[in-house]
């Protein structure tokens, strides 16, 4: 990739995971990639705001990145780091070893993980306090402490007189980002609604669990006048970035309910007694217009389950019960949904049983706490007659109407 003005000496510096295979943080697909950021500003002293994973060469692409912008490691005097995780950070401990000089800005919370992460002595690093600024001539630098989104040392630069928002890992997307296209503004509308799908997944995935503090780092940043939104993944938005922002409001406030009106519906079988419903369930709310999103397990990935479930208001799963309890490759979705904290949601479940039921009893006490509103159930045994479909149609019936004014 090459490197790229965002405006006057301020260069975004980036790569781009591509490998189909690869999982990010080792739990989440990306077929699509993703790209990492960091960011350069030149001048009476240099800044280097946030670094690059040390995997696939890519600390040698941005130093060759950094060169072509006239500057090496070693001419760089200050380091931002935002935010700590390996993605952001695993090259600071070989950065370091060629730049003795730089030093480093972060969180009070974070210079005890520069030596755990980068064997970086805490005497190079300056605690920064929230609101504090450094001027480095034509450039103000204002740090914003921004705990949990998503490390509790995370924190946000924002430069006041351009009014640009180095957010690392907030506003942030899944997706590879092209040389020709870094901006919103170039972006065609295809393309725009691809970032907004992994927008949202990678908040789903990333962010989700801490949506209370992404509120309150919103209402900390909403002051500021923001022209400019530079994340660590992803485009950068220049053109409006208000719209990366509400997004990103609508997200976190999902977690407060109600989300959208449409359903995610998981479904798992074993011998397809309970997927033989699953058509009916979707033929059912298409009927009351509910848009309903499907997922079988195993086979789909807990990821993309995770966004959908984010956003819709109802949960649908269909399951059979398995030794008196929850089908296991759905006990292992309801507990991801835990504990990403989607909560705040009507739900419906339904499936077959052999000799004896059980799934209903143990589904019901995993989602004690949850927050969800268990509207109904129905379950049958062996394969379903034509009165288990009449009848599962009743409850679906009853369970959309209760749907439609949760979210009036």
Request: with cysteine; glycine share 6%; hydrophobic share 40%.
């Given at each position: 990739?090459?490197?790229?003005?965002?405006?006057?000496?301020?260069?975004?510096?980036?790569?781009?995971?591509?490998?189909?295979?690869?999982?990010?943080?080792?739990?989440?697909?990306?077929?699509?990639?993703?790209?990492?950021?960091?960011?350069?500003?030149?001048?009476?002293?240099?800044?280097?705001?946030?670094?690059?994973?040390?995997?696939?060469?890519?600390?040698?692409?941005?130093?060759?990145?950094?060169?072509?912008?006239?500057?090496?490691?070693?001419d760089?005097?200050?380091?931002?780091?935002?935010?700590?995780?390996?993605?952001?950070s695993?090259?600071?401990?070989?950065?370091?070893?060629?730049?003795?000089?730089?030093?480093?800005?972060?969180?009070?919370?974070?210079?005890?993980?520069?030596?755990?992460?980068?064997?970086?002595?805490p005497?190079?690093?300056?605690?920064?306090?929230?609101?504090?600024?450094?001027?480095?001539?034509?450039?103000?630098?204002?740090?914003?402490?921004?705990?949990?989104?998503?490390?509790?040392?995370?924190?946000?630069?924002?430069?006041?007189?351009?009014?640009?928002?180095?957010?690392?890992?907030?506003?942030?997307?899944?997706?590879?980002?092209?040389?020709?296209?870094?901006?919103?503004?170039?972006?065609?509308?295809?393309?725009?609604?691809?970032?907004?799908?992994?927008?949202?997944?990678?908040?789903?995935?990333?962010?989700?669990?801490?949506?209370?503090?992404?509120?309150?780092?919103?209402?900390?940043?909403?002051?500021?006048?923001?022209?400019?939104?530079?994340?660590?993944?992803?485009?950068?938005?220049?053109?409006?970035?208000?719209?990366?922002?509400?997004?990103?409001?609508?997200?976190?406030?999902?977690?407060?309910?109600?989300?959208?009106r449409?359903?995610?519906?998981?479904?798992?079988?074993?011998?397809?007694?309970?997927?033989?419903?699953?058509?009916?369930?979707?033929?059912?709310?298409k009927?009351?217009?509910?848009?309903?999103?499907?997922?079988?397990?195993?086979?789909?990935?807990?990821?993309?389950?995770?966004?959908?479930?984010?956003?819709?208001?109802?949960?649908?799963?269909?399951m059979?019960?398995?030794?008196?309890?929850?089908?296991?490759?759905?006990?292992?979705?309801?507990?991801?949904?835990?504990?990403?904290?989607?909560?705040?949601?009507?739900?419906?479940?339904?499936?077959?049983?052999?000799?004896?039921?059980g799934a209903?009893?143990?589904?019901?006490?995993?989602?004690?706490?949850?927050?969800?509103?268990?509207?109904?159930?129905?379950?049958?045994?062996?394969?379903?007659?034509?009165?288990?479909?009449?009848?599962?149609?009743?409850?679906?019936?009853?369970?959309?109407?209760?749907?439609?004014?949760?979210?009036?």
């Amino acid at each position: 990739m090459k490197v790229q003005k965002v405006v006057d000496d301020i260069y975004r510096l980036a790569v781009n995971i591509e490998d189909e295979n690869y999982l990010f943080e080792g739990i989440w697909p990306i077929p699509n990639g993703i790209s990492i950021n960091s960011y350069l500003i030149k001048g009476e002293k240099n800044v280097l705001i946030d670094l690059t994973q040390d995997i696939m060469d890519f600390p040698k692409a941005i130093a060759e990145q950094m060169e072509d912008a006239s500057l090496t490691v070693e001419d760089i005097d200050i380091i931002v780091v935002n935010h700590m995780e390996p993605d952001h950070s695993g090259w600071l401990r070989e950065f370091c070893k060629k730049n003795s000089k730089g030093v480093i800005y972060c969180t009070k919370k974070a210079i005890p993980l520069l030596q755990a992460f980068g064997d970086v002595p805490p005497e190079r690093a300056i605690a920064i306090t929230d609101g504090m600024t450094l001027e480095i001539g034509d450039y103000e630098l204002q740090f914003f402490d921004t705990p949990n989104i998503h490390w509790p040392e995370t924190m946000m630069t924002y430069e006041k007189k351009r009014g640009i928002l180095f957010a690392c890992d907030a506003f942030g997307s899944y997706g590879k980002v092209e040389d020709d296209t870094i901006f919103d503004d170039q972006l065609s509308q295809e393309k725009h609604q691809f970032f907004e799908k992994e927008a949202l997944r990678y908040y789903a995935n990333i962010v989700a669990t801490f949506s209370p503090f992404v509120l309150k780092g919103l209402t900390k940043l909403s002051g500021l006048d923001i022209k400019v939104i530079c994340p660590s993944h992803g485009i950068i938005w220049r053109d409006n970035p208000g719209v990366i922002i509400d997004h990103y409001k609508r997200y976190a406030e999902y977690s407060k309910g109600p989300a959208e009106r449409e359903v995610t519906l998981v479904c798992s079988s074993m011998y397809g007694n309970t997927k033989s419903m699953m058509n009916l369930v979707v033929e059912t709310l298409k009927k009351r217009q509910i848009p309903v999103h499907v997922y079988q397990v195993p086979g789909d990935d807990i990821g993309y389950i995770l966004a959908s479930a984010w956003k819709s208001a109802g949960l649908i799963f269909g399951m059979p019960t398995y030794e008196y309890k929850v089908f296991p490759p759905m006990s292992h979705v309801i507990e991801e949904l835990l504990v990403k904290k989607v909560t705040n949601k009507k739900v419906f479940r339904y499936g077959s049983y052999g000799w004896v039921g059980g799934a209903q009893r143990d589904f019901q006490s995993k989602i004690e706490k949850s927050g969800w509103d268990l509207l109904s159930f129905y379950e049958w045994q062996g394969a379903p007659t034509e009165e288990d479909k009449e009848n599962m149609v009743k409850a679906l019936d009853s369970y959309c109407d209760e749907l439609i004014k949760f979210t009036e």
